[in-house]
């Protein structure tokens, strides 16, 4: 059957009247339960129109309408424009006898319909006989079935997963987006193809196996491997299921999902799983893993070679290496472990099996089944006990040099390549009279010696360069202003590079210890000059008193233009004769003559044999006496003393001129006698130098003066101290201590 118009469903019959054709059909569709309502009708031709002679049937009061809303009206009338009735008697004359179906609906309500024309003597067309059926609930079913078919369609195109179908000889007939998209290959390579192609060649027979088993009719799962088009393994896992008709294979259904990335996690998984339990295997941890009361699941073997036992002896019991002092702690610590809190690094100490205890470090965390529920917990140990001895000994190590640095009356400093001080003793305070914080801030280098800087300076600079320890001494003012002397080691800290790190300096002063080197160096001088002294004084002082009585005797009888010679003569033999007295002087001992003697009056002694040589210069003498003074002395030695002062001090200003103060004062069991000059100073470097023997600046000086003063001084249990300024004048003081046996004026 044909459609006998284009875009219609009018169908042309061959045989038969339109009645029994319908029958026949309606017979068909009452078999399957369609058919409910029919129609029959009758058509005449009058002149050019037609007009329904009768019409009935259930199918008219279906469609709304009377019998005598048909009967007897024109077609025209009763159709609408368009209806397949009107199309098919436009061309009535040319069917040659034949019946024609259509399918139309009218007032919603679709039928089957069938003309047959009836012809009349002279052989035209006279009457069509016609009959419809009602076919809604037909129409019902097949849209639901398109409906149906729409929805799997749409279910298989867009469905993650490959889903095609096979005909007995394993042919593609179907494959959707998803299988194109798995192997690669397009809709039209693939159908009529055999599935077998796209397996591995070493799947093949597992897979034809697999199909033959579906073929009769086995529903299978299996995983294989098929080849994408550009050559690549595709690890998939295919279902196939059998579709039955009639109760025989009749195609088999495919279903094929890519299981690539699924079987590369599970590949992962396994590895990270491997790798996981072979670190716990050979963690240097110990690692163990308890339930929920405390008893042992499992434990790794570093868990046996700490605690000493074998996990086997103590797995489903509690493990006893919790010391009585800890194991309330622990056992509050656990209880958090089991609300699910992790405490890492605890600090504690353990027990082996053979009782001896170690430093541990410990970390606890909660174990969680699937579900989140707490099942237990993990206990890793670190032995710590190295580490913690160590730590210790480094402790008590720090300790002890900070026992030494801060108790050191040394002077401790580290400090960088650049300068800064990082550390400085509390020493400095004691030695300085810096706080070492203070020292620390200030600029070290304006307190050390302008003279003594460079050295300073270079022996640092050499320290970096040879990384070698140096030592120095040089002086440092103090917080009073007074210079200190120190002597210095230093050694360089090198940073694992060898380069210098900083520098570490132990300074040590040594002001008295020079002080002390400088009196006995004085001293040495002193005795050797004693001992030459007692010597040859005697043996020089008897010769030169005849030679002085000679000479005046020569010089009464001389001509007169040599007497200026004889002069000389006397005036340097006299001059001998002054330094011998002076060796005589140093050469005496003790102080033999001791008593108590009134030091005003002595001092006024002196000062009467230098009285002519003062005005000579012009330099006025003032005496400023405290009241009497006694003191325990022999006055011919302390005059000589006082001579030598005196005289130093006209000598400072023979040339200027000026006034020389003598001033007593008394204290409480001393005194203290100064000379005080307005001369030429002293300069400050030159100070320790005076008493050392010979050490004059002057033409025809001796240089012993100040050293018999020292000694005289020292003799009688006194002391001497000068202080001087250039250009300025000169002040020196004796002390000596006051005797306590007075005697009355
Ligand atoms: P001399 O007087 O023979 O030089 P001294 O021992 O008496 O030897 O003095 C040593 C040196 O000390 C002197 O040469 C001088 O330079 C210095 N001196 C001592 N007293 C004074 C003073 N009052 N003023 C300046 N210089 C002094
Ligand atoms: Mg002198």
């Known amino acids: 059957?044909?459609?006998?118009?284009?875009?219609?469903?009018?169908?042309?019959?061959?045989?038969?009247?339109?009645?029994?054709?319908?029958?026949?059909?309606?017979?068909?569709?009452?078999?399957?339960?369609?058919?409910?309502?029919?129609?029959?009708?009758?058509?005449?031709?009058?002149?050019?129109?037609?007009?329904?002679?009768?019409?009935?049937?259930?199918?008219?009061?279906?469609f709304g309408c009377q019998q005598s809303d048909i009967e007897g009206k024109d077609l025209e009338e009763c159709l609408p424009t368009n209806h397949t009735l009107k199309k098919i008697l436009s061309s009535?004359?040319?069917?040659?006898?034949?019946?024609?179906?259509?399918?139309?609906?009218?007032?919603?309500?679709?039928?089957?319909?069938?003309?047959?024309?009836?012809?009349?003597?002279?052989?035209?067309?006279?009457?069509?006989?016609?009959?419809?059926?009602?076919?809604?609930?037909?129409?019902?079913?097949?849209?639901?079935?398109?409906?149906?078919?729409?929805?799997f369609r749409t279910l298989f195109k867009y469905h993650p997963d490959g889903i095609f179908t096979l005909n007995k000889e394993g042919k593609f007939l179907f494959v959707n987006p998803a299988v194109l998209s798995i192997c690669?290959?397009?809709?039209?390579?693939?159908?009529?193809?055999?599935?077998?192609?796209l397996s591995a060649p070493e799947e093949r027979e597992k897979v034809k196996d697999f199909f033959d088993q579906t073929r009769d009719g086995k529903i299978l799962d299996f995983e294989t491997t098929v080849f994408h088009k550009d050559g690549h393994p595709v690890k998939v896992q295919v279902t196939n299921i059998p579709i039955i008709v009639d109760d025989e294979v009749h195609s088999i259904y495919g279903i094929i999902h890519d299981i690539t990335q699924q079987k590369k996690s599970e590949k992962e998984l396994h590895l990270l799983k491997d790798r996981l339990a072979s670190m716990i295997h050979h963690s240097a941890d110990s690692i163990a893993i308890f339930d929920m009361d405390d008893q042992l699941v499992n434990a790794n073997p570093t868990f046996e070679s700490f605690y000493g036992w074998k996990a086997g002896e103590l797995i489903g019991k509690k493990v006893p290496y919790i010391p009585e002092e800890y194991k309330d702690e622990y056992g509050q610590i656990l209880k958090e472990v089991k609300k699910g809190n992790k405490f890492t690094s605890i600090e504690t100490t353990r027990?082996?099996?053979?009782?001896?205890?170690?430093?541990?470090?410990?970390?606890?965390?909660?174990?969680?089944?699937?579900?989140?529920?707490i099942i237990g917990y993990s206990a890793i140990t670190r032995d710590i006990n190295k580490q913690k001895i160590a730590q210790e000994a480094l402790r008590k190590q720090n300790e002890h040099y900070r026992i030494i640095t801060e108790h050191t009356m040394d002077l401790i400093n580290v400090f960088r390549?650049?300068?800064?001080?990082?550390?400085?003793?509390?020493?400095?305070?004691?030695?300085?009279?810096?706080?070492?914080?203070?020292?620390?801030?200030?600029?070290?280098?304006?307190?050390?010696?302008?003279?003594?800087?460079?050295?300073?300076?270079?022996?640092?600079?050499?320290?970096?360069?040879?990384?070698?320890?140096?030592?120095?001494?040089?002086?440092?003012?103090?917080?009073?202003?007074?210079?200190?002397?120190?002597?210095?080691?230093?050694?360089?800290?090198?940073?694992?590079?060898?380069?210098?790190?900083?520098?570490?300096?132990?300074?040590?002063?040594?002001?008295?210890?020079?002080?002390?080197?400088?009196?006995?160096?004085?001293?040495?001088?002193?005795?050797?000059?004693?001992?030459?002294?007692?010597?040859?004084?005697?043996?020089?002082?008897?010769?030169l008193t005849s030679l002085k009585g000679f000479t005046h005797l020569l010089k009464a009888n001389a001509a007169d233009e040599n007497l200026e010679y004889y002069d000389i003569m006397l005036s340097e033999l006299e001059r001998i004769n002054t330094i011998v007295g002076e060796f005589m002087m140093l050469a005496k001992p003790q102080p033999r003559n001791v008593k108590p003697n009134d030091?005003?009056?002595?001092?006024?002694?002196?000062?009467?044999?230098?009285?002519?040589?003062?005005?000579?210069y012009n330099i006025q003498l003032l005496l400023d006496f405290d009241s009497v003074l006694i003191v325990n002395c022999e006055a011919d030695q302390m005059k000589q003393v006082f001579i030598n002062l005196m005289k130093n001090a006209i000598e400072s200003m023979e040339s200027s001129g000026g006034l020389l103060v003598i001033r007593t004062i008394s204290y409480k069991d001393s005194v203290t006698i100064s000379f005080i000059d307005e001369g030429c100073g002293i300069p400050e470097e030159k100070l320790s130098n005076v008493g050392e023997p010979f050490y004059t600046t002057k033409e025809k000086g001796t240089g012993l003066g100040m050293m018999i003063c020292n000694k005289i001084i020292e003799n009688h249990h006194g002391s001497i101290s000068i202080e001087s300024e250039l250009d300025k004048g000169t002040k020196v003081t004796i002390t000596l201590p006051l005797s306590l046996k007075a005697e009355s004026p």
């Open 1 to 62: 059957m044909y459609p006998l118009y284009p875009n219609t469903s009018i169908y042309q019959q061959n045989n038969g009247n339109s009645e029994d054709y319908i029958l026949r059909r309606a017979e068909e569709l009452e078999t399957e339960d369609h058919i409910q309502d029919s129609m029959t009708f009758t058509v005449e031709k009058s002149k050019s129109t037609y007009r329904f002679v009768n019409c009935q049937g259930n199918l008219l009061r279906k």
């Open 92 to 151: 009535v004359s040319a069917w040659e006898g034949k019946t024609i179906t259509y399918e139309e609906q009218w007032n919603g309500i679709p039928f089957l319909g069938a003309v047959t024309p009836i012809y009349g003597e002279e052989g035209k067309v006279k009457q069509l006989q016609g009959f419809c059926v009602d076919i809604s609930k037909k129409k019902e079913t097949e849209n639901q079935l398109k409906e149906r078919e729409y929805y």
């Open 184 to 197: 690669g290959y397009t809709e039209n390579e693939l159908i009529s193809s055999c599935f077998i192609q």
């Open 351 to 373: 027990i082996t099996k053979d009782g001896s205890n170690f430093y541990a470090s410990v970390t606890l965390s909660p174990l969680e089944d699937e579900e989140g529920n």
């Open 417 to 543: 390549p650049n300068g800064q001080i990082l550390y400085s003793s509390p020493s400095h305070k004691m030695i300085l009279g810096y706080n070492a914080g203070g020292f620390k801030d200030m600029e070290w280098t304006k307190v050390i010696h302008p003279e003594d800087l460079g050295a300073v300076i270079q022996s640092i600079v050499n320290m970096k360069q040879t990384k070698d320890s140096s030592k120095i001494e040089f002086r440092v003012k103090n917080a009073d202003g007074n210079w200190v002397v120190l002597e210095c080691y230093g050694t360089v800290v090198l940073n694992q590079k060898n380069e210098v790190e900083s520098f570490v300096t132990i300074s040590r002063d040594i002001t008295e210890r020079k002080q002390t080197e400088d009196f006995l160096r004085k001293s040495e001088k002193l005795a050797v000059l004693g001992e030459l002294a007692a010597g040859i004084a005697h043996e020089i002082r008897n010769p």
């Open 599 to 616: 030091i005003s009056k002595i001092l006024k002694e002196a000062t009467s044999l230098l009285e002519a040589q003062a005005n000579l």
